[in-house]
């Protein structure tokens, strides 16, 4: 049982992780390439659709994290699952105080609507964002460390 959840868990890690790296690397750049108002409304759109998925990901990762820390306690790589665990509290204080307000706003801008410092306030995003991934990335390689 065991076993499955150290699997589970780093596989909805991972893939979260994945995600988070598409966006910082991959999609942003599209977007951020696209004519006039068209990255700004990409950016938006997107904010819309991930926003509705990520908080459960987060949450999820972190609850089936602290559930192998606690299951595996007196097993090997403990430590590695809780520190992972603690990278990813780290992850979703960061989401709710640094990027989900930012989020927020953008996702409701229309080039009508928008401040005259959008493109600033994106770009703070990513910023955090890169910092997020990397967080995002250590808890990933502590918890697939747990596994050897």
């Known amino acids: ?15 979260m992780v994945g995600v988070e790296f598409s966006v910082a ?27 509705a998925l990520m908080p459960f ?31 990813l509290i780290v992850s979703v204080v960061m989401s709710m105080l ?3 307000p930012i989020n927020n706003r953008n996702k409701t801008w229309t080039p009508e609507n928008r401040p005259a410092d959008w493109k600033e306030q994106l770009n703070r995003w990513e910023r955090w ?9 250590a808890a990933f390689t502590l918890l697939v460390s747990a596994l050897v």
Do not use: K
Request: hydrophobic share 60%; proline share 1%.
């Open 98 to 100: 640094l990027l989900v």
């Open 57 to 87: 990901w987060y949450i999820g990762s972190l609850v089936l994290s602290a559930i192998w820390a606690a299951a595996g306690w007196h097993h090997h790589g403990a430590g590695l699952v809780v520190t992972a665990a603690a990278l």
């Open 1 to 15: 049982m065991l076993g499955t959840l150290e699997v589970v868990t780093t596989v909805v890690v991972g893939l």
């Open 25 to 51: 690397f991959v999609m942003n750049r599209i977007l951020n390439a696209l004519p006039e108002d068209s990255g700004q409304l990409g950016h938006a759109h997107g904010g819309r659709m991930l926003g």
């Open 129 to 137: 964002h890169y910092l997020r991934v990397a967080v995002l990335i």
